[in-house]
């Protein structure tokens, strides 16, 4: 009887932490196909006639796809520069024991975004590369880079000295060992590290709205269209949130696997 108590508590338990976590998404989803009069209703509305109208509004007036090029080709970069600069530097970090400049990146991480805002912001005036990817790839790399440093250092303190050590017997330099031995054994911290910083470029909405103009806007502001000073379209809102929040869904769902063990694995010896 204990036993099956328990079992009736954990699960019980799970089913309520997965509602807590489930119940905005699909409130966030119903809503995207309800009207303006019946997502303000109250009590709220569970029948109700579903429309695609806000998904219209969202992929046909608010010029979407440009949004998402633009998404996708500063998250990209960003994290391609992030990960040429940190798998170097997390290597550095777990091998010689680089305290301090772990340190500094993860300062660099705490710190709020704002605080680099005005600096960028003069910074890339003056250079003239305001509304260009370069700003944003720039800015967006201050997010990912501490991200891909610190899974990364995590995980590669998990990798046994004695394959460096034997590899340098045998007259491989450090740099074929990383390259060809370390990189290799390092793929699930990579896909976590290459997951997480996606993510959060993916969502990252001070610096676009500040450094990006009509040319180079990302999704994040397709939700701010969508607010004015008078009215709220929350369908509008709803319809543009799942939109933006489906790419970094799915990317999540297809390397689950691997971002549990990323994780999990550099948790283990630190």
Do not use: C
């Amino acid at each position: 009887m204990k036993k099956v108590g328990f079992k009736i508590l954990f699960y019980g338990a799970v089913v309520l932490l997965a509602a807590i976590v489930l119940m905005p998404f699909l409130w966030m989803l119903i809503s995207s196909l309800k009207t303006q009069v019946d997502i303000v209703a109250w009590p709220p509305k569970f029948v109700f006639s579903p429309t695609t109208q806000n998904y219209y509004k969202v992929f046909a007036e608010q010029d979407f796809i440009r949004y998402f090029f633009n998404s996708t080709i500063v998250a990209v970069f960003a994290v391609g520069v992030s990960l040429l600069l940190g798998l170097p530097a997390a290597y550095s970090i777990a091998r010689f024991s680089q305290r301090r400049l772990a340190l500094t990146i993860l300062l660099a991480r705490l710190m709020p975004g704002i605080s680099f805002l005005m600096p960028w912001y003069i910074i890339f005036s003056r250079l003239g590369l305001m509304d260009t990817y370069v700003a944003l790839v720039l800015s967006h790399v201050l997010i990912a880079l501490p991200i891909v440093v610190w899974i990364m250092s995590s995980y590669f303190e998990t990798i046994p000295m004695e394959l460096e050590e034997s590899a340098m017997v045998d007259g491989a330099s450090r740099n074929y060992i990383f390259l060809r031995i370390i990189l290799p054994l390092s793929g699930p911290g990579i896909i976590t590290a290459t997951t997480l910083a996606f993510i959060f470029s993916w969502n990252n909405f001070l610096f676009s709205q500040v450094l990006s103009m009509e040319k180079t806007r990302t999704l994040p502001i397709a939700v701010f269209n969508f607010l004015s000073y008078a009215d709220i379209d929350w369908g509008g809102v709803m319809a543009a949130s799942v939109a933006i929040m489906a790419p970094a869904l799915v990317l999540t769902m297809i390397f689950q696997r691997y971002v549990v063990s990323g994780l999990t694995m550099g948790a283990v010896k630190g």
